[in-house]
């Protein structure tokens, strides 16, 4: 509610109810892209990796 706030200013332009609702949609939709596009991809890492083996010089060998 809060990065909502700060981002779109807190505030409806429209004074029917109908566009306020899809007014919100439509905002909400984008700061969901937004924060999905500023995300690292996370990759999984496999089982056998093991930090007290080696660490990362023994996984990529």
């Not at 909502?4 to 700061?31: D, I, W």
Request: proline share 3%.
């Amino acid at each position: 509610m809060v990065l909502h706030k700060t981002v779109f200013g807190g505030k409806v332009q429209s004074r029917r109810f109908e566009n306020q609702a899809t007014e919100l949609l439509c905002q909400y939709a984008m700061l969901n892209r937004m924060i999905q596009r500023g995300q690292p991809l996370s990759v999984p890492v496999s089982a056998s990796f093991n930090l007290n083996q080696g660490g990362c010089l023994s996984y990529f060998h």
